[in-house]
């Protein structure tokens, strides 16, 4: 088997600067940038929504980025703010703001994976370093609320939709990547797909070690994406797989409260907890199929069920007489440990149409999210819980939205949504094994939760395209 070697260039990864990098593609592949053709069910937008502001990242356009990290590719479109809250190379804890909502950004703007929700209600936001960068086929940036009514709750500030390649184009290619840089960062990326008759699969792997920055910022984080996909006439399934596991430990908010702290915004590289950490396990696994009706119209259902485990050490660095920081006293105070369950059930109906003459699109379904979150806090790992909640989360929603060409440079859309939510949350408290119960001021159980909520979107948009590079539009909603 030949090889060739290409792109030896400079990286910058995080602050670090990387090495010259050495790409091994195997012969087979030939051109191994050729991306495969994007399927319109791939995604429930497929392009741009009529009368929004709408932008399109490629795979090319990540292959050229010099930026190793999703977040910092986000952050070259117009409009995209992006805090480092984990000062992590890969962009692990990174927030990504659309339309300026800056810390409340993981409650406004929506982030989907193949049009499908990968958000959690815990409101710890998108975690963009379990995406390999290499399974990436484009990124729609939708700003403002117009995806609300094909995706629900939390688009106000936008939606950002990555789609993932899925339908290779020959017989074998594979590729693999190597990047290396300062503060121990070494990254590993590997691709391999492949078609045979109607079978076709997609493998992409990555696996990531930084020493950080910051004192106690290490990262160890392997995750891998794959898809198998059949495809006849009139009839197409999938099934895809990803995991993801990681550490990550946490070196602390700089307080530079030079009172409390010796650690200060003039040490920078210090850790004002050195010996907290957290682990993450992600297991997610989405299957579907695409039926053709006939007269232009396509049913889409599919489905899917992820696994989320995460656990997190905290330590009380103020273990002493006189209740001063030092380390060398420092106890586990705060164990926590997390198993989330989000289940969901999506059908659809395409349907390509033309109504009184005007070529049209109409996408209209269901859907249904369940979430089951349970999570035990405890002084150390190990020991009885003092909290135990018990969360569970669902909603079911209609939608429809139709997009029609009335001139050849005009186009209007509208559509609406109706969203039934409910929410129903416990806590289990047992003051017996809680270290801190004598000094609450008031009961610290969290009251039950019990609450039903009907919600609505509408919209209205249009489109008039003056030339190739301009266009008005606007939208009401």
Known sequence: MGLKFSRLNLLLTGGALALPVCVVTSAAAQQTIDLPQIEVTASRTAGAITGSSTTVITAADIERSPSQSLPDILSEAAGVQVMHAGAS?????????????????????????????????????????????????????????????????????????????????????????????????????????????????????????????????????????????????????????????????LPGALPNQTLVYPITLATPRASVTPFDWATKKDFNAIGGFTQTLGSGADLIVDGGIRRKYQQSLYFNYFNNPGFLYDPSTAVPANFVDVVMTPTSFAPRLDWTHSLFGAPGRLLTGFDFYNTQYNSDREQDQGLPPFHRYDIRQTTAAVYAMNTSTILPQFDISFGGRLQYNLIKGSDAYNAAVDPNAGFYATNPQAPPVDRIEWQYAAHLGYEYRIAPAFRLFGRVG
Do not use: C, H, M
């Open 89 to 249: 190379p890969t962009g692990v804890n990174d927030l990504v703001d659309l339309r300026g909502f800056g810390a409340f950004a993981q409650s406004n703007v929506l982030v989907l994976v193949n049009g499908r929700r990968y958000q959690d209600f815990d409101l710890q936001g998108f975690d963009f370093s379990v995406i390999p960068l290499n399974s990436i086929e484009r990124i729609e940036i939708t700003r403002g609320n117009s995806g609300t009514v094909l995706y629900g709750d939390g688009a106000i500030g936008g939606v950002i939709n990555i789609v993932t390649k899925s339908s290779p184009q020959g017989a074998f290619s594979s590729r693999v990547e190597g990047i290396g840089g300062s503060y121990g960062y070494g990254q590993t990326r590997a691709s391999a797909s492949g078609t045979s008759g109607p079978w076709s699969v997609s493998l992409f792997g990555s696996a990531i070690t930084s020493d950080g920055y910051r004192d106690n910022s290490d990262l160890r984080q392997g995750s891998f994406f794959g898809n198998l996909k059949y495809k006849s006439l009139g009839w197409s399934s999938y099934l895809t797989v990803a995991v993801d596991d990681q550490r990550q430990n």
